[in-house]
């Protein structure tokens, strides 16, 4: 029933931009936490984005001030824009929510960062 679907992901020069979407259906969207993770060759999934159902986001280290997460609950769509994309963003990125103790995840869309 709970489905993330991302899109937006493609490949782009370093110093472009990428605004990353996640539809969500099959729970209580508004009131849920949204988070963005990505996973790059060879490394660990990392968690890249939160935001709140108030709005509340935080970013880890490497994005800040780059990466903007925001969401839109008329639309049950959350959203990650991406500027100044470096490499080092190569990854596929992954939109996650937990519904009912489960976690979710999307199918991933790929970000290439060329230099």
């Known amino acids: 029933q709970v489905q993330l679907v991302e899109s937006g992901g493609g490949l782009v020069q370093a110093g472009g931009s990428l605004r990353l979407s996640c539809a969500a259906s099959g729970f209580i969207f508004s009131g849920n936490v949204m988070t963005w993770y990505r996973q790059a060759p060879g490394k660990q999934r990392e968690w890249v984005a939160i935001i709140t159902s108030d709005g509340i986001t935080d970013y880890v280290d490497s994005v800040k001030g780059r990466f903007t997460v925001s969401r839109d609950n008329a639309k049950n769509t959350v959203y990650l824009q991406m500027n100044s994309l470096k490499p080092e963003d190569t990854a596929v990125y992954y939109c996650?929510?937990?519904?009912?103790?489960?976690?979710?995840w999307g199918q991933g869309t790929q970000v290439t960062v060329s230099s």
């Open positions: 996650h929510t937990r519904w009912r103790g489960t976690p979710y």
